[in-house]
């Protein structure tokens, strides 16, 4: 059974700093992974999503990278800022399932 | 527009009574699902149809009963509530079940 694992599950910093989000998953034969921002009361906005024969994506400030034989991949922010401030979710996709990680709380101060 | 939108947003109620909830989307995909999110901010799933014909059921009670008049609705149905369904659900959508999925932004159910 597929186990979505994210470290850290907090974390604050200052404004500028490049991040990275860890998530880990038990079981290598997936689809895709996807990472999400989830903002109190706004429910769930995709990031990135990296296909299974994909080793990374990348969008604006965000790169996404996937290694299916560690069982890893890492969501890499740069130059953090405040409006990213929120929870990410990394997503794997077995079959015909959406298995959530853990999340981290990100927290970036001015 | 919104892509997923669900009704109500916010839902108190007692225990014992019988609620709903409802989804729709407009992206035209075939496939929605429910999720659960749990007091640790952990979200599982709990139902998944493709258009219109239930393809995931994980374990829930069968209280809860989801039901798809058509491929853009997916209303969620619970019977006998009890103070433990206390939590935010979420409703999405994907063009196929392994695609990008859009949510909806949830609903906080309250038993009380």
């Known amino acids: 059974k597929q186990e979505v694992t994210q470290i850290p599950a907090a974390l604050s910093v200052p404004e500028g700093e490049n991040l990275v989000l860890n998530c880990s998953f038990t079981?290598?034969?997936?689809?895709?992974l996807q990472w999400f921002r989830q903002d109190p009361g706004k429910g769930l906005t995709s990031l990135l999503l990296i296909q299974s024969s994909q080793r990374e994506q990348t969008s604006g400030r965000l790169n996404a990278s996937l290694d299916k034989s560690s069982g890893r991949s890492t969501l890499y922010i740069a130059a953090s800022q405040p409006g990213d401030s929120a929870t990410y979710l990394c997503v794997s996709s077995n079959t015909d399932k959406l298995i959530f990680g853990t999340g981290t709380r990100l927290q970036v101060f001015p | 527009d919104t892509a997923v939108s669900q009704t109500p947003k916010y839902l108190v109620t007692q225990m014992g009574n019988d609620k709903s909830i409802k989804c729709e989307q407009n992206l035209g995909h075939d496939t929605m699902y429910w999720y659960k999110q749990d007091s640790k901010k952990f979200l599982k799933i709990m139902f998944s149809y493709n258009n219109k014909e239930l393809i995931i059921n994980e374990t829930v009670p069968n209280r809860f009963s989801p039901k798809s008049p058509d491929k853009a609705h997916l209303n969620l149905h619970i019977n006998s509530l009890e103070l433990g369904d206390s939590a935010v659900y979420f409703c999405a959508s994907s063009q196929e079940a392994i695609q990008v999925a859009f949510f909806g932004q949830g609903t906080r159910l309250t038993v009380v």
């Open positions: 079981d290598s034969a997936i689809y895709n």
